[in-house]
Every structure is written in structure tokens, then in C-alpha cells.
């Protein structure tokens, strides 16, 4: 009888180490933030299962949030250009010719167009 209770209380003890020991690697890797920042989808929607129109909107929203950031590129010039092509492309249909003007662009500006 006197077993039965320390079965619990040990494996209540091994899960409490476990959660403080993983406590500061948490706390020491926060989320990112910030204007530009754009999050990766979640494991329930995985990146092969965007659609064209979600790609559309998650590079046009990545590159309009980094290109401030990149003014000094040295094709900045084309990759604005490849920008409002892609965006107009995007918004009359074409999502998938759209979507790889888009990336392009985010590549002329050394940004990771990888989802």
C-alpha cells in the first residue's frame, strides 16, 4: 500500500524537473516580432497546403514589410517592379504566375521567400 502512493508522487516529481528544466530554454528563445514579421504556418496547415491566393498574400505581406528594410539592394528597382506585377497578377487570377513574380522579388531583395 505504502508503493502504490510513491508510483504518483515520483512520476508527479519526474514531470516537474521536466518543466522547469525546459523553463529557461523557453524563456531564452522568445517568438519573433516586429514590423515584417511574418509567421510560418501553423503544423495544422502545413505549406505545401496554401493555396495560390494564401501564397499571393503572404508574399506581398513579406515583402511589403521587408522592404524598407533592404532599400540598399541592388535590385531593389526590379524587385518593386516584380512587386506591383505580381500583385496585379495575383489580384486578376493568375495567383500562381502571381505568387512566383512575388517571390522573385523578395529573392532581388535577399529576403527568404521560402514558406
Do not use: W
Amino acid at each position: 500500500m505504502h508503493t502504490q502512493r510513491m508510483v504518483p508522487v515520483s512520476m508527479a516529481a519526474v514531470l516537474l524537473g521536466f518543466a522547469l528544466s525546459t523553463a529557461p530554454a523557453l524563456a531564452a528563445n522568445p517568438m519573433p516580432s516586429g514590423k515584417g514579421y511574418i509567421p510560418l504556418p501553423s503544423y495544422s496547415q502545413s505549406a505545401s497546403k496554401l493555396t495560390s491566393t494564401e501564397r499571393c498574400k503572404l508574399y506581398e505581406r513579406r515583402f511589403d514589410g521587408q522592404v524598407a528594410a533592404h532599400e540598399q539592394a541592388a535590385r531593389i528597382d526590379e524587385a518593386r517592379t516584380l512587386r506591383i506585377e505580381g500583385g496585379r497578377l495575383c489580384s486578376q487570377g493568375s495567383q500562381a504566375l502571381g505568387a512566383s513574380k512575388l517571390r522573385e522579388a523578395l529573392d532581388y531583395i535577399g529576403v527568404d521567400s521560402k514558406v
